[in-house]
């Protein structure tokens, strides 16, 4: 046999063989990560301004309240019909400034995913002049507070205040926590700002990206 047939053969028997594999999927394109375009701030830990709780009136119309940080604006359901005294709590305090030039002062990572806001002295310490009890607690089971939950911190049951986290992944946690709202839209910034981690290489403490909040407004 010549070299040109044993070539022909050759081609033949590859194309044989492909032919008779199976196809192979095409992998789906990855998300495009959020590029992070964060404006300089002078947001840093203050004095707290001092703010009265408002009267509650349960209303049966859900709220936006829009957290505008130095890296775009997260917006948030609030839901008054399960959280009322919540609601009207961050409210009062996002209407008299109580959250201007703040910033997230935590990150967790690992087993709870969430970014922790909401206090002025940037410490974990600080709050309002007013404490209120739990409400709208979700049961304890595992994934107990999903991606893009809106919750109240607290170290005991009737101290909640002003400090509220953002989950970005699910999450469980002791169900302690009451449940305010929902991210609607933004929750790719907290996504993103998690991903560059906590600035000492550990899985709890402050972030290594400043996410500060500006002012916040409601509607």
Same mark, same amino acid.
């Given at each position: 046999m010549n070299f040109a047939a044993k070539s022909i053969i050759s081609s033949l028997t590859i194309l =044989?063989?492909?032919?008779?594999?199976? $196809? @192979?999927?095409?992998?789906? #394109? %990855?998300?495009?990560?959020?590029?992070?375009?964060?404006?300089v701030t002078t947001a840093k830990g203050h004095s707290i301004k001092n703010i009265e709780l408002p009267q509650v009136k349960v209303s049966q119309k859900n709220r936006q309240i829009?957290?505008?940080?130095?890296?775009?604006?997260v917006v948030i359901e609030a839901n008054p019909r399960?959280?009322?005294?919540?609601?009207?709590?961050?409210?009062?305090?996002?209407?008299?400034?109580?959250?201007?030039q703040t910033i997230c002062h935590r990150l967790?990572?690992?087993?709870?995913?969430f =970014?922790?806001?909401?206090?002025?002295? $940037? @410490?974990?310490?600080?709050? #309002? %002049?007013?404490?209120?009890?739990n409400e709208n607690l979700p049961v304890a089971a595992p994934g107990n507070y999903p991606e893009g939950t809106v919750a109240i911190w607290n170290s005991k049951e009737i101290t909640n205040g002003s400090?509220?986290?953002?989950?970005?992944?699910?999450?469980?946690?002791?169900?302690?926590y009451s449940i305010w709202g929902k991210v609607i839209k933004g929750l790719d910034i907290v996504k993103a700002v998690a991903k560059e981690g906590v600035a000492d290489g550990s899985n709890d403490g402050l972030p290594k990206r400043t996410l500060a909040i500006e002012k916040v407004k409601v509607r």
């Open positions: =044989l063989i492909s032919a008779a594999l199976p $196809a @192979t999927a095409t992998a789906a #394109p %990855n998300k495009k990560a959020i590029n992070l375009n964060c404006k829009t957290l505008v940080t130095n890296c775009g604006d399960q959280a009322p005294v919540t609601v009207a709590a961050i409210s009062a305090l996002a209407k008299g400034g109580f959250f201007n967790t990572k690992i087993d709870s995913n =970014l922790h806001c909401g206090d002025p002295t $940037a @410490t974990g310490m600080g709050g #309002p %002049n007013f404490e209120y009890q400090q509220f986290f953002v989950v970005y992944a699910d999450s469980t946690l002791p169900a302690n």
